[in-house]
């Protein structure tokens, strides 16, 4: 086309140049560029549990799902089918066949309730049994423009038959795998994208296999996105291929253009600790050198806490050791070594001010240190991630194996801090996401997120989406027993219920359904501040002082200590970037004091001397100076601990509209109800089945539904002042429910089932 474009502009007749100029520009705007692939249609979902009546569109259980028929006549147990493709009747068994739905086909959807994990908790996950694209319409009606992140795992397309299109693996062999994944993944991201907010975030996992075409497809679906791509490490050992052992994939990150959305891990508190007593010997460093530093710091001895200072006293004052008369412990900058009385590094008053902003603390051997605080700031979120944390080894598969207590049957489960830390880049300041995965597989998110949840007290919830497949072994072997998918035996071994599910039941509650309680530990994303004694070792077998520089590099280098500078003359060398340090001359010891002041990060001394003694008050020399230090180390929580989150399954069904229209699926409609008003608290509680009642109202306020009109004062007086509450009126009457609704202070009221109903028809589209 470019060619073309320049060819134009060779044309010297204006009018002509003009006219096919306007013909080419038209072309341009109908003509996709870029990623040209065949767009599969129809795509044909199986709804095996459907009811069947006259003129539903079913298929064989025991031929192609492409083969579909529509029910003529229903005798008992028998059916009459003609078929779509050339009219012919056929009659089977009535449980020989199952209902489907072509993609573009009007659904009303309905929640059926499966089980639910209660924890007693205000957060509770959602997990549906569905193919993802009816699942996805149906979250388009529940949460348009309400989801904060999208996180998912999609099938890799390796040709290793781990996907189905038309409930059939696609293999390497299927000339139209690619197409076939594009068209697949098209239609669910077009969908996907109405439901995240302004500033929300889409994160695909991906390899080598079909990177590039999906990069290509989601700059046309999100022309207003940039997509950064991660490389994540996630086997070390490496894997497939004749000629390059891949050890990686990928994490896309589609965020909108201009927002700042991704962000690394938060870096805020200690920058610096160190010792609140000053040392050395300069005469600034004792009490009568400066006599406004020498106070008492009152500390209470169970808690540690500091709870204030003593009066100011001049150079000469006498002072109490005693505890005060709260039982605080009394604490002055006195040298353990000699008892002199040294001094704070603050005057009184810059004291109090320090202990004010919470810089000032106690150790457990009642030394005092400060701390410097950073201001909050995150750490940029690097574009390769690489480290034990990503293995998909240690933290997918074994991980797995901990919580269902054996090998699990599921191929290449995400590492969970992998998940943890792509979710944690975009919600770490949204501490009441709303989260989805309709790829949800082994139920990795939904562990991530809870384990989110509990390292920063957040209330994120997760909405997880999956089949109930089995693998094609699997499937072939239940065929051989007469067994198909809806009979309980074939459903039982399928993905959600024989995984999905157990697993995110199993992590919420610590322990599995026989009462074992779960094995292992999390990293849970904090650090733990753990105190240190700074490690000082004689080299006895040697006096520093009598070696030469040759002997005395050598010396250095065996302890790790760089060669640089290191002189005949040298007393004693400072290695700060490896936080060591070596004194030579054990009678140099006060200026090796006054150099070593102040530098908190050496951890590790060497003194080479064979006087014992010397060594002895060297080191007690050393510790006084710069007190103890503080490591920081990954804090680990235990599997069996579970997680104080709730957990609602259910299972997509279909309903007819004109039996929602009369009212007569009240109950399939309410999980929805109850979705849209926050899934809050446990849904199955909000069911009535034996009367037949005016209204409802959870018990935690969120949702209220009227579904008598007559009885709308009474209805009106009790939530009317219940905040954030979200409500529906059952009403055939448009001006009935505009008049009712214009009385309520939310604007969180619907129409029901006009607005179910109205919404499902129009959003039948192809996308």
């Excluded at 659904?107 to 209660?118: K, R, S, T």
């Excluded at 509650?509 to 094995?519: A, Q, T």
Aim: charged content about 30%; overall charge neutral; proline content about 4%.
């Amino acid at each position: 086309m470019a060619f073309i474009e320049n060819k134009i502009l060779e044309i010297t007749d204006n009018e002509l140049r003009k006219t096919i100029s306007d013909e080419v520009k038209k072309l341009k705007e109908k003509t996709q560029f870029g990623l040209v692939f065949e767009q599969h249609i129809p795509e044909v979902v199986p709804i095996y549990n459907s009811k069947i009546i006259v003129k539903s569109l079913v298929a064989l259980k025991k031929g192609k799902i492409t083969d579909l028929y529509r029910v003529k006549k229903i005798n008992n147990d028998d059916v009459e089918l003609r078929s779509e493709q050339d009219r012919s009747i056929i009659s089977v068994r009535l449980d020989e066949v199952f209902g489907v739905k072509k993609f573009g086909d009007p659904i009303f959807p309905a929640l059926i309730p499966m089980d639910y994990v209660d924890n007693d908790s205000d957060v509770t996950h959602t997990l549906i049994e569905a193919d993802n694209f009816h699942a996805l319409q149906l979250l388009e009606y529940v949460y348009p423009n309400k989801i904060d992140c999208i996180y998912i795992d999609p099938p890799y397309n390796t040709g290793s038959k781990d996907w189905k299109y038309n409930n059939n693996f696609v293999d390497e062999k299927d000339v139209y795998r690619h197409s076939k994944w594009l068209s697949f993944m098209k239609k669910r991201l077009n969908l996907a994208k109405h439901l995240l907010t302004d500033d929300g975030a889409l994160i695909i996992a991906i390899d080598d296999y079909e990177v590039a075409h999906l990069i290509v497809l989601l700059e046309e679906i999100f022309p207003g996105h940039e997509c950064n791509v991660v490389i994540v490490n996630h086997h070390p050992q490496g894997a497939g291929g004749d000629n390059i052992s891949r050890t990686h994939e990928y994490a896309l990150f589609l965020t909108p253009k201009g927002k700042k959305v991704l962000k690394g891990k938060r870096e805020e508190g200690v920058a610096e600790e160190w010792s609140l007593a000053r040392s050395g010997r300069d005469r600034r460093n004792y009490r009568f050198g400066r006599p406004n530093s020498f106070y008492a710091i009152h500390v209470d001895p169970e808690t540690l806490e500091i709870k204030g200072v003593g009066p100011k006293l001049g150079k000469d004052d006498e002072f109490s050791t005693d505890d005060t008369e709260e039982g605080y412990k009394r604490i002055y900058p006195i040298s353990k070594k000699d008892n002199s009385q040294r001094v704070w590094r603050y005057e009184r008053s810059s004291m109090i001010k320090k202990i004010d902003q919470n810089l000032i603390k106690c150790t457990p051997n009642f030394s005092l240190k400060v701390i410097k605080k950073s201001n909050t700031k995150y750490r940029p979120v690097f574009s390769n991630w690489y480290g034990s944390r990503y293995n998909a080894g240690t933290h997918g598969t074994d991980l797995l194996a901990k919580i269902f207590g054996e090998s699990a049957d599921f191929p290449y489960p995400k590492a969970l801090y992998t998940v943890y830390d792509a979710l944690e880049a975009v919600l770490q300041d949204k501490k009441e996401a709303f989260v989805l995965d309709f790829f949800a597989g082994s139920g990795t998110t939904l562990n991530a997120l809870a384990l989110l949840n509990s390292s920063d007290g957040g209330k994120r919830k997760s909405i997880l989406i999956t089949n109930n497949e089995v693998s094609e072994e699997e499937g072939k072997s239940l065929e051989k027993k007469g067994l198909y998918p809806g009979h309980p035996e074939w459903d039982k071994n399928g993905i959600c219920r024989a995984i999905t599910f157990p697993r995110s039941k199993f992590i919420l509650n610590g322990k599995r359904d026989n009462g074992d309680i779960l094995e292992g530990f999390y990293s849970t994303g904090k650090t733990l501040a753990l105190e240190k004694t700074r490690k000082v070792t004689q080299l006895g077998f040697v006096d520093g002082k009598t070696l030469n520089g040759k002997l005395k590099k050598q010396l250095v280098s065996l302890v790790g200590i760089t060669q640089t500078k290191i002189k005949a003359t040298t007393p004693f060398f400072v290695d700060e970037k490896n936080n060591k340090c070596i004194l030579f001359d054990d009678t140099q010891v006060d200026l090796f004091l006054e150099e070593i002041d102040g530098k908190v990060n050496l951890t590790n001394f060497y003194i080479a001397t064979t006087n014992s003694s010397a060594f002895r008050v060297i080191k007690e020399a050393i510790q006084e100076s710069l007190g103890t230090y503080v490591i920081l180390q990954d804090e680990e929580m235990p599997l069996s601990k579970g997680f104080k989150e709730n957990l609602a399954y259910f299972k997509l069904d279909f309903l007819d509209p004109n039996e929602v229209a009369l009212g007569k699926q009240f109950n399939k409609i309410l999980p929805i109800l109850w979705m849209m008003a926050g899934a809050k608290g446990n849904p199955q509680k909000l069911y009535n089945e034996n009367e037949r009642i005016p209204y409802l109202i959870s018990e935690d306020g969120s949702l209220a539904i009227l579904l008598q009109e007559n009885k709308f004062r009474d209805f009106h007086s009790k939530v009317n002042e219940i905040n954030n509450i979200t409500i529906f009126i059952v009403t055939n009457s448009e001006e009935a429910f505009f008049e009712m609704k214009s009385e309520f202070s939310t604007n969180k009221v619907m129409r029901l089932y006009h607005n179910y109903l109205k919404n499902f028809e129009i959003n039948r589209y192809w996308r």
